[in-house]
């Protein structure tokens, strides 16, 4: 590997040479890339970075100092094949974040790609293991992990030094409060907190994404259908209720899908979990 004569490569960078740069791209001191690796237009990787192909970055990306994209899988069935990271556009990584390639298909449930979306912010210290798929406008705080296989929904929030489990699903606008842990999948809209308990709804989120008042109402009523009926319903006959009662909006169809093809299951609620009957001041 060489550094190129490129204007705005920095010369102590090594490059190879079977990567893919814009002129321009920035990338600063001491950034290695290694191998295929693809830069769309306008991203600008920092100091001691250490990119690894085959991996693909959109248009406008920002890498910070130290961040391991395209590491190797971390899973003791991996023997070196030749897996892929394919990221999309506009995300933020901040330092020293680190993302895995795929486990090879046929490797059990290898699917050779972990994918990024857009605009995403990972802060400093975020891990994102081998073959997860994460959305659009996702967040993860400072030292949030994601385990391998773990599927994130757009503008979900995982808080600082929390943990989601391998093969878990998190939900479009759900949210993981911080030290927290989730072994379960966690649906859309829901907040987390602790291990494996629900705190209340991200009633904040969904009235930012533009989710109309009439339909945020519908699903406080799904939340409380499936967590403060007395005596509890066994979920199947929540589920039925929700649809019969308020199953008319996409949202609540969104979520009785979620919860009925979870393999995972769902958790249940924490002794402090708000019933979710006050407007926006329920929200995380």
């Known amino acids: 590997m060489t550094s190129p004569a490129l204007p705005h490569v920095h010369p102590t960078a090594i490059v190879s040479p079977e990567a893919n740069l814009l002129p321009d791209v920035k990338i600063g001191p001491y950034t290695i890339i290694e191998g295929p690796v693809t830069l769309g237009p306008g991203c600008v990787i920092g100091p001691h970075v250490q990119l690894i192909g085959p991996l693909t970055m959109g248009a406008n990306n920002e890498v910070g100092a130290g961040s391991v994209l395209g590491g190797a899988p971390q899973h003791l069935g991996y023997k070196g094949e030749v897996t892929a990271v394919e990221i999309g556009s506009g995300n933020i990584f901040r330092e020293h974040v680190t993302i895995h390639r795929g486990m090879p298909v046929g490797a059990g449930p290898g699917t050779g790609v972990t994918r990024i979306g857009d605009r995403g912010f990972f802060m400093a210290g975020a891990h994102i293991a081998h073959d997860c798929v994460v959305g659009n406008d996702v967040i993860l705080a400072n030292a949030a992990l994601l385990g391998g296989h773990v599927t994130v929904g757009d503008r979900a929030f995982i808080s600082g030094n929390s943990a989601v489990h391998q093969f878990c699903r998190v ?36 009235r930012r994404a533009g ?48 919860i009925r093809t979870s393999k995972r299951g769902i958790c249940g609620a924490h002794r402090l979990a708000s019933d979710a009957s006050d407007d926006e001041s329920a929200a995380a």
């Open 171 to 206: 939900g479009r606008l759900a949210f993981l409060s911080g030290a927290s842990g989730s072994s379960k999948d966690i649906p859309p809209f829901w907040v987390m907190q602790d291990v494996n308990y629900v705190r209340g709804l991200n009633l904040i989120g969904m």
């Open 211 to 258: 989710i109309p008042p009439a339909e945020r109402t519908a699903i406080r009523k799904a939340y409380r259908i499936i967590y403060m009926t007395r005596p509890a319903l066994p979920l199947s006959a929540a589920l039925a209720r929700i649809e019969a009662e308020v199953g008319e909006f996409p949202a609540v169809q969104e979520l009785v899908e979620f």
